[in-house]
């Protein structure tokens, strides 16, 4: 299976900066087939950014500055400018190959 | 309003069977696949396995295979997952999610999550 590894393990800002979130995977990805989710604390996940083809799309109703790049095995989130209701843990997850498999989690916190 | 709602909590003893819900509504149920994802206390999330309500085709994790069941019942729109002997490992809190309308495996609708506690 794929694994996708997540870094780094906690990102500290203040509100304003620019937060990029690493994922890096173990095989290549076919299609750009990953997507990233924020998960607040006591709730379920939910989809920021999916990609397909050579194309990252956010999902509906996410705000324009989170966007999503890479390919191959290396793929970033990035929060252009970071929003107090931004922290919480962001987690990718890979569609290209069964089984699906998700990355461990970065906690992003507002300093 | 489009939703998933999940079946509660549940607090069960290492042996025993469980089988916990999650029911769609608000689009058209049967035509989008349904997944659970795992979450084990303070960890990352794990995809288990998905079904296709309008068939009842299951897909499972080959971690997850022969370990749960994963069923539907299309009509009252409801996705199940079940254990026969659930063990402690199997604490954790469980997500059903819908799968993005087409054949990207995204997860674009999440239920409230069902936390099962197993303890003796």
């Known amino acids: 299976e794929i694994v996708l590894t997540q870094s780094p393990g906690t990102l500290s800002l203040s509100p304003g900066e620019r937060a990029t979130l690493s994922c890096r995977a173990s095989?290549?990805?076919?299609?750009?087939?990953l997507a990233w989710y924020q998960q607040k604390p006591g709730q379920a996940p939910r989809l920021l950014i999916f990609?397909?083809?050579?194309?990252?799309r956010r999902a509906t109703g996410i705000p324009d500055r989170f966007s999503g790049g890479g390919s191959g095995t290396d793929f970033t989130l990035t929060i252009s400018r970071l929003e107090p209701e931004d922290i919480g843990v962001y987690y990718c997850?890979?569609?290209?190959?069964?089984?699906?498999?998700f990355g461990q989690g970065t906690k992003v916190e507002i300093q | 309003e489009v939703h998933l709602v999940q079946s509660g909590a549940e607090v069960k003893k290492p042996g025993e069977s469980l089988k916990i819900s999650c029911k769609g509504s608000?689009?058209?149920?049967?035509?989008?696949?349904i997944g659970w994802v795992r979450q084990m206390p303070g960890k990352g999330l794990e995809w288990m396995g998905i079904?296709?309500?309008?068939?009842?085709?299951?897909k499972y994790n080959p971690s997850f295979q022969g370990q749960v069941t994963i069923s539907a019942d299309k009509s009252i729109s409801t996705v199940y997952l079940q254990w026969s002997s659930l063990k402690a490992s199997d604490t954790a809190m469980y997500f059903c999610?819908?799968?993005?309308?087409?054949?990207?495996?995204?997860?674009?609708?999440w239920g409230q999550g069902t936390l099962v506690t197993v303890s003796s």
């Open positions: 608000g689009y058209r149920f049967t035509s989008q696949w």
């Open positions: 079904i296709y309500p309008y068939d009842s085709d299951a």
């Open positions: 997850q890979q569609y290209g190959r069964s089984p699906w498999t």
């Open positions: 999610a819908r799968q993005r309308d087409g054949y990207l495996v995204v997860f674009d609708l």
């Open positions: 990609g397909e083809s050579t194309d990252f």
């Open positions: 095989q290549s990805v076919s299609n750009t087939y």
